[in-house]
C-alpha cells in the first residue's frame, strides 16, 4: 500500500525557518514524483512544485520560484519542502501528493494527511 | 501561465444530478489533461476522475467526466447526489513544463 507520511504541525515565528518532510513507502520511491500542494485557511489548492527523487529534476510554480526549496533524500525516501523566512502569510496546510502514471506528471494518485504550520508572533 | 476558473458553489438535492464546469482561460482544454479531485471538509483531497474522463479506482459510476472544446471547458457531473458527496471539488491541468495548475474550486452541497 503506498503511503505518505508527513511531518507533524509547526507553529514558528515571523523570520523562522521551517523544513517539513514526506516519508513515501509501499512503492519504488525513486521512480515517481513527488508534489508539494498548499491550502491556506479557507481556500483552493496551490500547485508549488515538484521533485523526481530519481535525479532530483525540479520544476517550480512560478508563484512559488525563488520562496521554497524542495528536495529529495533517496536514502530515507523522504522528500522535502523548505520554507524561508517565515511569514503570517505562509500559515497553510501543506501535502504531499504523489503523481500517478509512473514517471509521468498528469493527476496525483495519492495524498498525504497533510502538515499545518502556523506563524505567529 | 493559464488559470482553471469554476462555480464557487452548486447545490441539489439527493438524488439529482449535478454537473459544474472548469474553464480554462488560454489555450486549449484539450491539449493537457484535466483531473478532478474530491476534497470533504478536515481531509486530504482525493482523486476522483484522471485523464479527463477516467474514474479513479474505487470511484463509483455516479461520477463522470468530460471536456468541451467549444467552451474550452470540462466538466465533472455526479449524477445520484448521495449527503456523502458534499465536499470541495477541484480540477487540475498542467502546462507545456508539466507545472500543475489547479481550478478555483467548487463547494458542492447537497441540500
Known amino acids: 500500500e503506498v503511503q505518505l507520511l508527513q511531518s507533524g504541525a509547526e507553529v514558528k515565528k515571523p523570520g523562522e525557518s521551517l523544513n517539513m518532510s514526506c516519508q513515501g513507502s509501499g512503492y519504488i520511491f525513486t521512480n515517481y514524483w513527488i508534489a508539494w500542494v498548499r491550502q491556506m485557511p479557507g481556500k483552493g489548492l496551490e500547485w508549488m512544485g515538484v521533485?523526481?527523487?530519481?535525479?532530483?529534476?525540479?520544476k517550480y510554480s512560478p508563484s512559488f520560484q525563488g520562496q521554497v526549496t524542495i528536495s529529495a533524500d533517496q536514502s530515507t525516501s523522504t522528500t522535502y519542502l523548505q520554507l524561508n523566512s517565515l511569514k503570517a502569510s505562509d500559515t497553510a496546510i501543506y501535502y504531499c501528493?504523489?503523481?500517478?502514471?509512473?514517471?509521468?506528471?498528469?493527476?496525483?494518485?495519492?495524498w498525504g494527511p497533510g502538515t499545518l504550520v502556523t506563524v505567529s508572533s | 501561465n493559464f488559470m482553471l476558473t469554476q462555480p464557487h458553489s452548486v447545490s441539489e438535492s439527493p438524488g439529482k444530478t449535478v454537473t459544474f464546469s472548469c474553464t480554462r482561460s488560454s489555450g486549449s482544454i484539450a491539449s493537457n489533461y484535466v483531473q478532478w479531485y474530491q476534497q470533504r471538509p478536515g481531509s486530504s483531497p482525493t482523486t476522483v476522475i484522471y485523464?479527463?474522463?477516467?474514474?479513479f479506482f474505487g470511484v463509483p459510476d455516479r461520477f463522470s467526466g468530460s471536456i468541451d472544446s467549444s467552451s474550452n471547458s470540462a466538466s465533472l457531473t455526479i449524477s445520484g447526489l448521495k449527503t456523502e458527496d458534499e465536499a470541495d471539488y477541484y480540477c487540475q491541468s498542467y502546462d507545456s513544463s508539466h507545472r500543475g495548475v489547479f481550478g478555483t474550486g467548487t463547494k458542492v452541497t447537497v441540500l
Open positions: 501528493a504523489r503523481y500517478g502514471s509512473g514517471g509521468h506528471l498528469v493527476y496525483f494518485d495519492s
Open positions: 521533485i523526481y527523487p530519481g535525479d532530483s529534476d525540479i
Open positions: 485523464e479527463d474522463d477516467q474514474r
